[in-house]
């Protein structure tokens, strides 16, 4: 996977040093997001055509086409099942994570 | 070198705002403020004010406006009243925040409901919390020269903050006196537009509204304290300064006038501080040692201006267009917390006056100072909290 690394940005010691208001450089990413996420879609890549649909509709980009098969990066997808629902192949199917 | 205008108190501020020549004006027009956007518009007509002038729809978007072009560097203006204040209250956030220099009047009214377009200071008191430094001016003149001062304080790059410059709606809006109006080239000098250090930069691209969880949102609150905190040193800076090159000073974040061998102390705010002003002479002629402070900002607070000046008074009342329901006037509790932090605390006490428009004349003062005077040699445990000429029994009898 091609992905936003998530980074460490050191903890400032001064107040000087932090960014003006909330106007920094972009492409830091402090942290994952992805603790609400209760129901976690998996492609299937038998089933899998690679139309990107799913790539275009999920909401928070984390479908990602860099490598051989689609991939979900887990650490930003909220489980919403958009992808799931819109896959016209089923290759998408949503599990339970406490079952996983 | 004089050049005296005869103007109301929202034409007086136009005519700063014009000299402070902001880049940006974004202004929807409300009562008491619509006389300032409607002059700024004529002078934008008359081709003696460049800016780029938007009618927006809204006060929200008047506010999203002023944050869109202070992100690009502009010089803002904006300017409202009363329910524009609250309607554009959710941006009043992001604009602070964000750290833009906003300058922004705000003619204080009354809020509805009972609807009332009147003057009374519950709009701009109620909006403590927005991260907005508040100032108040007492004429017209200390208007027009407040706004520039603003622009000055609000672009300190120790500040970074926006600015409401509050005034009496009616009471300073409409009614006019001789101001005298500074020359452009020592307005120039006093403010000098300079590039804004979070503006958008091509060169330098940046994101704005970065997310800050709980891991670096409390850093985030403690720079923006520390950035009106500073805005302390930088009112009074911007004061002298401004006294170095116009000639007239008001202080800095306070007034005292006649209160360091008063006994009884009234604080207030606004167009009633001239008031406040006379009844003190009146009295002091006749021999009552008493004293008013006039607070110029109540954010940032001067806390320790407050503690030094009012600290040897036996008594303090706090005159304010303002009640907070449930508990006593603003300003009262913000006066109180200051003082409680000296060894011996003056008593006080709240006078809550002027609401919607009713007038607050100089015997309603006169009979203030007596009130106090009278409490401060008074060992019972009365009620502190009154309200000024209430036309009924109070609650209870």
Same mark, same amino acid.
């Given at each position: 996977?091609?992905?936003?690394?998530?980074?460490?940005?050191?903890?400032?010691?001064?107040?000087?040093?932090?960014?003006?208001?909330?106007?920094?450089?972009?492409?830091?990413?402090?942290?994952?997001?992805?603790?609400?996420?209760?129901?976690?879609?998996? @492609? $299937?890549?038998?089933? !899998?055509?690679? %139309?990107?649909? *799913?790539?275009?509709? =999920?909401?928070?980009?984390? #479908?990602?086409?860099?490598?051989?098969?689609?991939? @979900? $990066?887990?650490?930003? !997808?909220?489980? %919403?099942?958009? *992808?799931?629902?819109? =896959?016209?192949?089923?290759? #998408?199917?949503?599990?339970?994570?406490?079952?996983? | 070198?004089?050049?005296?205008?005869?103007?109301?108190?929202?034409?007086?501020?136009?005519?700063?705002?014009?000299?402070?020549?902001?880049?940006?004006?974004?202004?929807?027009?409300?009562?008491?403020?619509?006389?300032?956007?409607?002059?700024?518009?004529?002078?934008?007509?008359?081709?003696?004010?460049?800016?780029?002038?938007?009618?927006?729809?809204?006060?929200?978007?008047?506010?999203?406006?002023?944050?869109?072009?202070?992100?690009?560097?502009?010089?803002?203006?904006?300017?409202?009243?009363?329910?524009?204040?609250?309607?554009?209250?959710?941006?009043?956030?992001?604009?602070?925040?964000?750290?833009?220099?906003?300058?922004?009047?705000?003619?204080?009214?009354?809020?509805?409901?009972?609807?009332?377009?009147?003057?009374?200071?519950?709009?701009?008191?109620?909006?403590?919390?927005?991260?907005?430094?508040?100032?108040?001016?007492?004429?017209?003149?200390?208007?027009?020269?407040?706004?520039?001062?603003?622009?000055?304080?609000?672009?300190?790059?120790?500040?970074?903050?926006?600015?409401?410059?509050?005034?009496?709606?009616?009471?300073?809006?409409?009614?006019?006196?001789?101001?005298?109006?500074?020359?452009?080239?020592?307005?120039?000098?006093?403010?000098?537009?300079?590039?804004?250090?979070?503006?958008?930069?091509?060169?330098?691209?940046?994101?704005?509204?970065?997310?800050?969880?709980?891991?670096?949102?409390?850093?985030?609150?403690?720079?923006?304290?520390?950035?009106?905190?500073?805005?302390?040193?930088?009112?009074?800076?911007?004061?002298?300064?401004?006294?170095?090159?116009?000639?007239?000073?008001?202080?800095?974040?306070?007034?005292?006038?006649?209160?360091?061998?008063?006994?009884?102390?009234?604080?207030?705010?606004?167009?009633?501080?001239?008031?406040?002003?006379?009844?003190?002479?009146?009295?002091?002629?006749?021999?009552?040692?008493?004293?008013?402070?006039?607070?110029?900002?109540?954010?940032?607070?001067?806390?320790?201006?407050?503690?030094?000046?009012?600290?040897?008074?036996?008594?303090?009342?706090?005159?304010?267009?303002?009640?907070?329901?449930?508990?006593?006037?603003?300003?009262?509790?913000?006066?109180?917390?200051?003082?409680?932090?000296?060894?011996?605390?003056?008593?006080?006490?709240?006078?809550?006056?002027?609401?919607?428009?009713?007038?607050?004349?100089?015997?309603?003062?006169?009979?203030?100072?007596?009130?106090?005077?009278?409490?401060?040699?008074?060992?019972?445990?009365?009620?502190?909290?009154?309200?000024?000429?209430?036309?009924?029994?109070?609650?209870?009898?």
């Amino acid at each position: 996977m091609d992905r936003p690394k998530v980074g460490i940005y050191d903890q400032p010691k001064n107040i000087r040093e932090y960014p003006l208001g909330p106007s920094f450089k972009s492409g830091h990413l402090v942290d994952v997001s992805s603790g609400m996420r209760s129901f976690r879609p998996i @492609i $299937d890549a038998e089933k !899998c055509v690679k %139309c990107m649909r *799913c790539f275009l509709v =999920c909401p928070d980009g984390t #479908i990602d086409k860099s490598g051989e098969i689609l991939e @979900i $990066d887990y650490d930003f !997808c909220k489980g %919403c099942g958009i *992808c799931a629902k819109e =896959c016209k192949f089923n290759a #998408i199917t949503m599990h339970k994570e406490g079952d996983i | 070198m004089n050049n005296k205008i005869f103007a109301s108190g929202d034409e007086a501020l136009a005519l700063g705002v014009r000299l402070a020549k902001p880049q940006v004006i974004a202004a929807y027009p409300i009562t008491p403020q619509t006389i300032t956007v409607e002059r700024l518009a004529d002078y934008v007509e008359d081709g003696s004010l460049k800016t780029e002038y938007m009618y927006v729809e809204s006060e929200h978007s008047a506010m999203a406006a002023c944050i869109g072009a202070s992100a690009m560097g502009a010089r803002t203006f904006t300017a409202t009243s009363s329910q524009g204040l609250l309607y554009m209250c959710e941006c009043l956030h992001y604009a602070s925040g964000s750290r833009f220099p906003i300058v922004m009047m705000n003619a204080n009214r009354s809020t509805a409901t009972p609807w009332n377009i009147y003057g009374d200071q519950r709009d701009s008191l109620s909006q403590l919390d927005t991260g907005w430094i508040q100032l108040y001016v007492e004429n017209g003149q200390e208007a027009l020269d407040t706004v520039i001062q603003a622009y000055r304080i609000a672009e300190n790059p120790e500040v970074m903050t926006p600015v409401m410059v509050n005034l009496d709606g009616f009471v300073l809006t409409h009614t006019y006196e001789l101001v005298d109006l500074p020359e452009q080239a020592s307005v120039d000098k006093y403010i000098p537009y300079k590039d804004y250090p979070n503006k958008m930069d091509l060169d330098n691209p940046m994101s704005t509204c970065i997310t800050a969880g709980p891991a670096w949102n409390t850093e985030f609150r403690y720079q923006q304290h520390c950035a009106i905190m500073n805005s302390a040193e930088a009112i009074n800076e911007a004061d002298k300064e401004f006294e170095a090159l116009f000639g007239r000073s008001y202080g800095g974040m306070v007034e005292n006038y006649l209160c360091d061998d008063a006994n009884a102390i009234i604080v207030t705010l606004g167009s009633v501080a001239g008031t406040t002003r006379i009844v003190v002479d009146d009295l002091r002629a006749k021999g009552y040692k008493v004293g008013l402070l006039k607070l110029r900002c109540i954010r940032p607070f001067p806390k320790d201006e407050l503690k030094k000046i009012l600290g040897n008074s036996k008594v303090v009342g706090v005159l304010e267009k303002d009640i907070s329901f449930g508990y006593e006037g603003a300003v009262f509790t913000e006066v109180n917390s200051a003082l409680s932090t000296l060894d011996k605390m003056p008593k006080t006490y709240n006078f809550i006056a002027g609401l919607g428009g009713r007038n607050i004349s100089k015997n309603d003062i006169k009979e203030a100072f007596e009130k106090i005077i009278a409490y401060g040699n008074n060992n019972e445990n009365a009620s502190n909290l009154e309200f000024v000429k209430l036309g009924c029994e109070e609650y209870g009898n």
